[in-house]
């Protein structure tokens, strides 16, 4: 089992900038994926950013060259640095992990809400 908590969620304006935290506790040592997802009003829930089996670094295109995501491995924590931020962006932001087991899981944390609008 492995929990997910996020934070750092809030109300910009357009144009400015967010950083979320998302901390895993439990079994982390059977995480081989991890990122953030987030799903606006309406919408269906979409991938955003994060690492991949093998660790590589991804992202959704729509976020490219404005966020990035980064992690701490020592504090079992990954980051969001949301820069350039526009109305679109305004979504619940959840943070996700995969574990290896028999079978693999996965987990989500409660999500953290972000609104641009000025």
């Known amino acids: 089992q492995v929990q997910l908590v996020e934070s750092g969620g809030g109300l910009v304006q357009p144009g400015g900038s967010l950083r979320l935290s998302c901390a895993a506790s439990?079994?982390?040592?059977?995480?081989?994926?991890m990122g953030w997802y987030r799903q606006a009003p309406g919408k269906q829930r979409e991938y955003v950013a994060g690492f991949s089996y093998g660790g590589s670094t991804n992202y959704a295109d729509s976020v490219k060259g404005r966020f990035t995501f980064s992690r701490d491995n020592a504090k079992n924590t990954v980051y969001l640095q949301m820069d350039s931020l526009k109305p679109e962006d305004t979504a619940v932001y959840y943070c996700h992990a995969d574990i290896r087991g028999d079978p693999d899981m996965e987990f989500w944390g409660k999500g953290t809400p972000v609104t641009v609008s000025s």
């Open positions: 439990g079994s982390t040592f059977r995480i081989y994926a």
